[in-house]
């Protein structure tokens, strides 16, 4: 018996086919004991109200659909292990889909049949909704759902938890909660056998919900079963009282399969109401293919493997295709029904086939069952099914999410149950993309900044440029960027960057590093217009480092990029021309500040004065055809031309000036107000771009009352200037006299 060939287990004496065989066959029947279970309380929750006396026609359409989902599923899905049936989500909104039928039938004809139109509505939705998961599983469009907002996806399966506990009531009293029906909870018996179906909710939570034994909730039910029947014993209530006074379901006939698809059913469809179920239709459409998805993830996370998603979808759209086709509704993989497959033994697909198989089963025996079923205890287990769902995305989501978040998560199930899944659907999104766009705005933009003295380019620089640059370093302010940038992360940034300039009146260089930037929406180019100004009233040049194709062209097409703005495809070369631009204008001021010395220096006879004079100027630059001073204006300053030429201009005829002088490097203009103290008498005008140091009369002062021989040494010079001036007008007269 041990010999390999045989190929049988030594311990049990079972080959491994036919041990695997039986795994699967018991993974496969405990699964299907929550299947069972589960799909009496779907049918009751659809098939409610004015619809329970088709409740035979509920029950068949809903293990038809087990049957063909467990098949189909089992035999095609990437998890082999996978047992899918109707679902509390899909079974929630299929029930909404067919109560909103039923309501427009009775207002346009109390006496229409209503079987048929709901068997057909049923079956269509189900076909639709097979066609739309294989469209996004052919398409790979499907794991775009996963996009949508977390909170969207939240309220509407939390709104369907609300619509099972509000279902389960309705399966309890048999009435609908509203306000119009409010006084009728009033009644004794009602009341209680709403306790008693809480208090089976609450036995379901503090046992079968922390323990999820495969047994546990038969077990349970049956138990409840019993206490009920043992109580009505006790109290001298028979059976058939029971079920008069409402405690117990009547017996439905057989269950009784049929196919909606006959020419005369389909002629009496009322395709009027059909406008109006769009929106319940595409709930059914989203709330399968969201579960599809989802219960696919939960699978792979507990079980460490991964599926092929495509696939899944392609194979649940075909299971629902059939399901629609056969009079049945939709549904997908079931996570706790997988999970206990695989924790009882099964590995295989023919799990899913035994699981097909016993809800076939039921079908001839569902019904009798029911009859000895007490209400509480079905609705129980509904309100369970609710209170979880409610529980998951209402309490237990609040860890998970931001406040905003959440209270659009609850908006969003407080819509759908007031007004319907449209408004759900429309107001859901709009709160989605609200809530998304407020988020990211809140997203620092900004990664990290620095400034040319603490990051450089890893150019080996001399020590004397070393130097410049720890010295003047802070011209440079960088900014390196990150995330999307739109219209609510841009103006932060806009923000930031006028607060920058604001504090870092110095800077000439700023730097943006788009690297870690992952798009620049065209309500962005905006607020870097914004910032182009902002920094050109400051004479700031921007740098743009790792622009992408994509920004570049948004950012051209608001004609950001121009005069004023640099474009470097790397940052470490953006630094090094920062660098070099500021070294260069350091010598260049290193030199100049040279030459000044030098001629100051000539003209007071001492470095030191020299130094001291140039200590009490100030430098200013002035462009061709610029003002310096006008005539008339009160003489409180004097200017020495250090590069450039200026005019003395006096008005002529028509409104015109006459240039007098012309004044070049090296020279002084506006001494002798600054001794007189006299008005201008003149207009000065640059001619060319000039470089000018402006000594004023508070510097002046200063320098008669602190430095007297200094003062001394300027008056000198500046009767030698105008000695000169007097000595050339002279001879300029002579000429003319000639």
């Known amino acids: 018996m041990t010999n390999p060939a045989i190929g049988f287990d030594p311990v049990t004496g079972v080959s491994p086919s036919v041990k695997r065989a039986l795994n699967d066959m018991l993974g496969g029947g405990a699964a299907s004991i929550l299947t069972l279970t589960f799909g009496l309380s779907y049918a009751l929750l659809i098939f409610a109200g004015p619809l329970s006396p088709y409740l035979s026609y509920g029950i068949a359409a809903t293990f038809i659909s087990s049957a063909v989902l467990a098949a189909v599923i089992g035999l095609g899905s990437s998890l082999p292990f996978a047992i899918a049936a109707p679902d509390s989500s899909t079974a929630a909104v299929t029930g909404i889909l067919a109560a909103s039928l039923v309501e427009h039938i009775e207002a346009a004809n109390l006496s229409a049949p209503l079987l048929s139109p709901v068997l057909i509505t049923l079956g269509l939705s189900t076909v639709l909704t097979g066609i739309v998961l294989c469209g996004l599983g052919l398409t790979r469009m499907g794991r775009a759902i996963r996009y949508v907002p977390y909170p969207v996806v939240g309220g509407f399966l939390g709104a369907t938890g609300l619509l099972i506990a509000l279902g389960a009531i309705r399966v309890i009293t048999g009435y609908p909660v509203q306000l119009t029906t409010l006084p009728r909870f009033a009644n004794g018996t009602t009341l209680l056998e709403i306790g008693a179906a809480c208090a089976m909710a609450l036995v379901l939570y503090l046992t079968w919900h922390r323990s999820r034994t495969p047994f546990g909730l038969p077990i349970i039910l049956i138990g409840g079963v019993l206490t009920a029947h043992l109580a009505f014993w006790i109290s001298g209530v028979s059976l058939d009282q029971a079920r008069s006074m409402g405690w117990t379901f009547q017996p439905p006939p057989q269950a009784a399969f049929m196919l909606p698809w006959h020419a005369d059913d389909l002629a009496r469809y009322p395709w009027f109401a059909v406008p109006d179920l769009l929106g319940n239709l595409v709930a059914v459409i989203f709330v399968t293919a969201s579960s599809t998805l989802f219960n696919t993830t939960g699978i792979e996370v507990a079980v460490h493997r991964e599926a092929n998603l495509e696939r899944e979808l392609n194979v649940t759209g075909a299971a629902n295709i059939l399901s629609g086709v056969l009079g049945g509704y939709t549904g997908c993989s079931s996570i706790s029904r997988s999970i206990l497959n695989l924790s009882s033994g ?393």
């Open 346 to 738: 099964g590995r295989g697909r023919l799990s899913g086939l035994t699981a097909s198989a016993l809800s076939l089963l039921m079908l001839a025996i569902a019904p009798e069952l029911l009859g000895f079923i007490p209400k509480f205890v079905l609705g129980g287990l509904l309100l369970y099914l609710g209170a979880d769902q409610l529980h998951k995305w209402i309490i237990e989501s609040r860890k998970r999410l931001s406040k905003l978040e959440y209270l659009s998560l609850v908006a969003i199930i407080v819509i759908i149950v007031a007004w319907g899944f449209v408004p759900g659907i429309l107001i859901g999104v709009i709160i989605g993309c609200a809530t998304f766009a407020f988020s990211a705005a809140r997203v620092e933009s900004i990664k990290y900044s620095f400034d040319g003295s603490e990051y450089r380019s890893s150019l080996d620089r001399s020590r004397d440029d070393q130097e410049v640059l720890l010295a003047h370093g802070g011209k440079i302010q960088g900014l390196n960027l990150q995330s999307y940038l739109f219209f609510g992360s841009a103006n932060r940034l806009y923000q930031h960057v006028k607060q920058l300039l604001q504090q870092r009146p110095e800077c000439r260089y700023l730097l943006f590093d788009f690297k870690l930037v992952t798009g620049v929406d065209s309500s962005a180019a905006y607020s870097f217009a914004q910032i182009k100004r902002s920094a050109g009233d400051l004479g700031v040049e921007l740098i743009l480092v790792h622009l992408s194709a994509a920004a570049e062209k948004v950012l051209r097409a608001s004609d950001f990029v121009g005069e004023g703005v640099t474009i470097i495809g790397e940052l470490d070369h953006a630094l090094e021309w920062c660098e070099n631009e500021l070294i260069s204008q350091h010598q260049g001021l290193a030199q100049e500040e040279a030459s000044l010395r030098d001629w100051f220096a000539g003209i007071l006879d001492s470095e030191d004065d020299a130094d001291e004079l140039i200590r009490r100027c100030q430098r200013i630059e002035v462009e061709a055809g610029e003002v310096i001073v006008q005539a008339g204006d009160p003489a409180d300053s004097m200017h020495f031309i250090l590069d450039g030429r200026v005019g003395i201009m006096i008005p002529a005829d028509d409104d015109r000036t006459t240039r007098v002088r012309s004044l070049g490097r090296y020279t002084t203009i506006g001494e002798m107000g600054l001794v007189s103290q006299t008005p201008r008498s003149a207009t000065i005008q640059a001619e060319v771009d000039s470089v000018l140091y402006v000594l004023n009369t508070h510097q002046f002062d200063a320098i008669r009352e602190e430095d007297p021989a200094l003062s001394h040494k300027l008056l000198t010079y500046f009767v030698s200037v105008m000695a000169e001036r007097l000595t050339f007008a002279n001879r300029t007269i002579a000429v003319l006299r000639r």
